[in-house]
């Protein structure tokens, strides 16, 4: 086999970026805006499943009746994108 | 001297280069939030039912029955590597054996999670999404040994393992006291 010592050292390289932190993005979105939005919602009739931050948008994974919905909000919780 | 054997029918050859593929693309390249990577898994998926069929109809070495994960085989396979005896298996070793059955489970269980995710029950739940990171990175991890070991194996049996699953033969040494175990 040609250079197995240069095979294995990628492999050791691409293993530690695996296990690198960078592998799981945080996207928490700040709780009294998770509440106001939540409430928000709800009162819409939607059973909100989860929230987090996206491209700087709020994205709500919401359920209402048999359908479901991703809704994007601003700083503001105004909606501004519906889809995905 | 070397035996030429065929050991990966076309099916096993096409299945394990398409699923590269496909795991790669998903992995590291769709956006999970497009319908092209559940396209995508749901291929994976169909491919893997496919390979599950194939391993209780194809041929000898694509048969579940040829490497069946049994500890005892395991072992002996660790303790020859230890003690440095060469037995190269025709069709999946012991140890090899095992990773197909890890990386089969592992997949199963991405596309399972995966799916869920579309559904009205589990849409949105932190949990599900989780286990199916979680387990795509096991996958991962479990690639990452797994194309160590066959380069080590290659380089350790002097037989080119990459080579087979592309050609399908194995260049089997028969030298004596090196005979190929099965």
């Known amino acids: 086999m040609k250079t197995p010592a240069g095979i294995m050292s990628a492999l050791l390289v691409g293993a530690a970026l695996l296990a690198s932190p960078a592998a799981f993005a945080s996207d928490d979105v700040d709780p009294a805006v998770k509440a106001k939005l939540t409430k928000q919602l709800k009162a819409e009739g939607y059973d ?10 709020i994205e ?24 995905g | 001297m070397t035996r030429r054997i065929y050991v990966w029918d076309l099916f096993v050859r096409l299945f394990h280069w398409s699923l590269v593929t496909l795991f790669v693309a998903n992995a590291f390249f769709t956006d999970p939030e497009k319908a092209l990577h559940q396209w995508l898994g749901y291929a994976i998926a ?31 396979q660790v303790r020859d590597i230890v003690h440095a005896r060469q037995n190269a298996h025709a069709g999946h070793s012991p140890l090899g054996a095992l990773m197909i059955y890890n990386l089969l489970l592992t997949i199963i269980g991405i596309c399972l999670t995966g799916y869920m995710m579309t559904t009205l029950a589990y849409f949105g739940e932190e949990w599900v999404e989780e286990a199916h990171e979680i387990l795509v990175t096991w996958a991962e991890i479990s690639v990452l040994l797994h194309v160590a070991a066959v380069v080590i194996e290659s380089g350790r049996l002097r037989v080119n393992l990459i080579k087979s699953m592309v050609v399908g033969y194995k260049e089997l040494r028969t030298e004596s006291g090196l005979q190929p175990k099965r």
Do not use: C
């Open chain 1, 48 to 57: 909100v499943r989860k929230l987090q931050m996206e491209d700087g948008l």
């Open chain 1, 60 to 83: 709500a994974y919401a359920v209402k009746g048999n359908e479901k919905f991703e809704l994007y909000f601003d700083s503001n919780l105004k909606l501004v994108k519906k889809g």
């Open chain 2, 46 to 76: 169909g491919l893997v039912a496919l390979r599950i069929v194939w391993g209780f109809i194809g041929t000898r070495h694509a048969r579940f029955s040829d490497f069946l994960p049994t500890p005892s085989a395991a072992f002996g």
